[in-house]
DNA sequence: ATGTAGACTCGCGTCGACG
DNA sequence: GCGTCGACGCGAGTCTACA
């Protein structure tokens, strides 16, 4: 599966797990509401500062995120 | 620290490791020369995607990179 | 609360060239 | 083999607005 299709789907999860929408995601992160939309619809791709932010917000640590992409991407 | 300038000093170490050059990385990965040399001088903040690229040519699992960038870093 | 669209700024990533 | 510079296309990330 395409990076960037692996992240949105593995952003999904956590968030909702936290209980939050993107918009209370994106403000946290101090994030655009619509990007976090794109990543999860895999229409961006998040730089790594990108992905740290949203890690710390979700209470994971970035390389647990990574993980998870990676499986689904198929290393 | 900086993520990026985490991210650069983390890079080197696998890169030499190997015995590559930035050109020779570079080439493998179907990046550019100069582009390898601004990330490890954290000019430049590499995408999810990059990440990934980089760490299969150095035979790295992508969120063991990011792990040693999360210890420089200071999660 | 989310998807989408347009328009915008700025940084990623490329390329050629020089020291 | 690496740092740096200028220039470039294109994508990251923002903002507003409508459904």
């Given at each position: 599966m395409e990076i960037s299709k692996a992240f949105g789907i593995v952003l999904r999860k956590p968030r909702k797990l936290a209980g939050l929408s993107q918009e209370e995601l994106a403000l946290q992160c101090d994030l655009d509401r619509?990007?976090?939309?794109?990543?999860?619809?895999a229409q961006r791709q998040p730089s790594i500062t990108t992905i740290f932010i949203i890690s710390e917000v979700l209470k994971i640590k970035p390389h647990e995120l990574i993980k998870e992409v990676e499986k689904l991407h198929g290393i």
């Open positions: 619509t990007y976090i939309g794109l990543l999860e619809r």
